[in-house]
């Protein structure tokens, strides 16, 4: 920890400010507390000022309760996504087998493995940095590096109760939209969702029964306005589904649902 005067840590709250940054203050104190000279002070915060993210200038996040590793250009994981992991608790016991797909740094799953340590949680990415950061949050033994299911030991097929996804689901021409930190900053694997947003849950929902163990669910981040073709996806594959959602927080979860006597797709 680096130690300044009220005056040296005012002018560093006064530039974040300047370049932007709604929460300086916090922001300067982070930064102030990860340094370990002044040097590297300014380095740090000379990044901020040009738009790098806070979370990967610290090389974590802080994600329900958990200090998460986030290496640079690997996907930040959001507040709302934190509704995300609390529906996926609710829908896990003891000894549940949980997927977490399209991990990224693996923060879901580490989240869910804090709240239900019983669980056995594996993780997947087709991103090989995200790949490398996830296992440095999640036993690295369980964490793979594919094309979503394709990575996942066949061991668990027919298996698994609780699969837990934060797949991109922005559409392709609104990634320019985007704040500068997200677009230019994390890999656009972690953001596109093609043309309608929709591709990567496509795929997901055309792959995931045969996956899931008998009254086992899928559960996947969807924005409000998607929510209901997401529904549709699932529903198709003959996953009983519900939609839920977090006014609080803007975040909606489609929650899909196999059978408990489960015939395979």
Not at 134 to 145: E, I, T, W, Y
Not at 150 to 173: F, I, K, Q, T
Request: charged share 25%.
């Amino acid at each position: 920890m680096t130690t300044l005067s009220r005056s040296e840590r005012s002018l560093i709250e006064s530039r974040l400010r300047a370049a932007g940054c709604v929460f300086a203050a916090d922001e300067a104190r982070l930064l102030v507390s990860s340094a370990r000279s002044a040097s590297e002070l300014e380095v740090m915060v000379d990044a901020r000022e040009s738009g790098r993210p806070l979370e990967h200038i610290l090389g974590w996040a802080e994600f329900c309760g958990l200090h998460v590793r986030v290496d640079p250009g690997i996907f930040v994981p959001r507040r709302r996504t934190e509704f995300l992991v609390r529906q996926a608790v609710a829908h896990c016991r003891s000894g549940s087998v949980v997927v977490d797909l399209c991990c990224g740094s693996g923060a879901v799953g580490a989240a869910v493995a804090a709240a239900v340590p019983s669980a056995d949680v594996f993780a997947a990415d087709i991103d090989p940095d995200a790949v490398r950061c996830a296992r440095q949050n999640l036993d690295p033994s369980k964490v793979f590096a594919g094309d979503l299911f394709e990575a996942l030991p066949a061991r668990l097929r027919g298996g698994v109760d609780v699969v837990v996804v934060n797949a991109p689901y922005v559409p392709s021409s609104r990634i320019g939209l985007m704040p500068p930190e997200a677009r230019l900053y994390e890999a656009r694997v972690a953001l596109d969702g093609g043309p309608d947003g929709l591709e990567v849950q496509r795929r997901i929902a055309a792959e995931a029964r045969p996956w899931l163990a008998p009254g086992g669910h899928v559960l996947i981040e969807t924005s409000t306005e998607q929510a209901p073709q997401t529904v549709e996806l699932f529903s198709k594959t003959g996953l009983a589904c519900q939609i839920a959602h977090s006014q609080k927080t803007r975040a909606t979860v489609v929650i899909g649902t196999s059978p408990v006597s489960l015939k395979r797709a």
